[in-house]
Every structure is written in C-alpha cells, then in structure tokens.
C-alpha cells in the first residue's frame, strides 16, 4: 500500500545492480510513494546487470558513473538535476566492493592496491559524492542522503575482511560531512546498518559469523 510519503520529492539512487540489490528494492519502494527517481551505476554494472529493466519498470532514467570519479559524479548530478526538473530531495549511496573479499585474501595479507580500491569504492566515493553535490549546491535544503554500513564497523567478523574497514570510514564519513552539510545547508547525512543479506555484495559476508551473530542478538533479545 502506498501512502505518497515522498510525492513531489526527487532522488539519487545509486548501487542497483540486480533484484537482490538493496537499492533495487529501495527504488521500487521510493517510486510507490511518489518519488521521481534517476538510477546510476557504473558503465560496466550497466552493462552486465539488470538495471535498464528496473529503470523500465520506474519509468525513469539510467545515468552511468563511476562513483570514485569526481568528474562523472559533476555530470551524475548535472544530468540528475535536468531530467528530474530541479534540485534533489535525496540521494541513496548503496555501493560496495572489496577486491579483497572477492579473491579471498584473509585480513593478515591484504593486497595494499585492492584495500585502496575497497576505501575508494566503498567508503571514499561517498566523500566524493557529497563534496560534489555540496559545490554544486544540488541538494534542497532539509534533504537526505543515507548510505549503507555494516555492524563489522564496530566489531569483528571473520570473513568481512577489509570492508569493517571501509564501514567504519563511511561512518566516520557520515559524522564528519553530516555536521558541514548540516551546519552550511540544512541537509542531513545517515548511515543505515543493514543486517546480512542475499545480494551480489553480501555474498563477501561469512554466512556462519552472520548465523551465530543473529543467535546472539536472539539470545540478548
Ligand atoms: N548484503 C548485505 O548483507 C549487506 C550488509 C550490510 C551492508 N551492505 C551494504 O549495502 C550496500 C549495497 O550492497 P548490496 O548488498 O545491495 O549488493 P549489490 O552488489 O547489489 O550492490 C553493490 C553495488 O555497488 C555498485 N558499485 C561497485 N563499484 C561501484 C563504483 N565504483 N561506482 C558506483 N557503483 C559501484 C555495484 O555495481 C552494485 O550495484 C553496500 O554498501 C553494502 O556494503 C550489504
């Protein structure tokens, strides 16, 4: 059921890669409630993912960036701000990958160039993002920008590997921007802690830590 609570707003959705992304369902869920909505993500994601279909079904438009490029984000918000007809409500930065995790290198023999490669993708770009849409004045005032963290960025998951790492800067990211944008435009910035799930992402995260963590917090429950 619908009840039009973003109707009138505009918004960023960044991270959609398939129907299992948590952006995918987000979009899905914006555009329900009145949301007019740009999807982005990188050129190769547009490529070998499902994206174009999700943009199809919201009637809406696929803007390709690489959210670590400072000059691709300039023209995401650019564009975003031409097709939607004016300045943002709220972005969605739900981006995350680690090299790393993804070749199975364990956090005692990390490869330096692949965990520069997991801060920028995953924690950096979100700097990034917001340094842009801050110097281009693309957001309205009282807007939102949420981003996606992890309970890794407090305590340890065997397996998570280098991305406890890059959730922990997003976080800190989050606390530090949040107070500027706040301060100098009245925008607000989260960070969202989203428990295990079945995506292309999530595949990284050790099934049998996530098993015993939701136990405990059963337990404590
Ligand atoms: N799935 C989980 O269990 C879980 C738990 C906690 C947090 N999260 C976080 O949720 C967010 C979304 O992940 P997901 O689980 O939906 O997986 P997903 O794989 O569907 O989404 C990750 C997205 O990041 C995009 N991406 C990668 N590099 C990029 C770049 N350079 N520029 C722009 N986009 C880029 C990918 O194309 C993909 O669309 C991530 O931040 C992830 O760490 C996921």
């Known amino acids: ?9 505009k918004g960023i959705i960044f991270g959609a890669l398939n129907a299992e992304s948590i952006a995918w369902k987000v979009a899905e869920k914006a555009y329900e409630e009145g949301a007019t909505i740009v999807l982005t993500n990188t050129a190769m994601a547009l490529r070998m993912g499902e994206t174009q279909k999700l943009a199809e079904k919201l009637n809406t438009k696929v803007i390709a960036a690489d959210a ?68 281009m004045d693309a957001i ?29 800067l997003i976080e800190s990211i989050a606390r530090s921007f949040g107070y500027v944008y706040g301060r100098d435009k009245k925008v607000r910035v989260n960070t969202v802690s989203q428990s295990p799930t079945p995506t292309t992402a999530g595949s990284g995260v050790n099934s049998n830590h996530c098993r015993k963590w939701s136990k405990r917090i059963y337990r404590l429950s």
């Open 1 to 9: 059921m619908s009840y039009n609570l973003l109707k009138g707003k």
């Open 68 to 135: 670590t490029n400072v000059e691709e984000l300039k023209n995401l918000f650019e564009e975003s701000i031409e097709t939607l007809g004016g300045k943002i409500d709220f972005v969605l930065h739900s981006i995350g990958m680690s090299p790393n995790v993804r070749k199975g290198h364990e956090y005692d023999a990390l490869n330096y160039n692949y965990l520069t490669k997991t801060l920028d993708v995953s924690a950096i770009s979100f700097h990034k993002m917001m340094q842009v849409a801050k110097e």
């Open 140 to 168: 309205n005032e009282w807007g939102s920008i949420v981003a996606l963290s992890y309970v890794a960025a407090q305590r340890t998951f065997d397996g998570y590997g280098d991305m406890a790492d890059a959730k922990a």
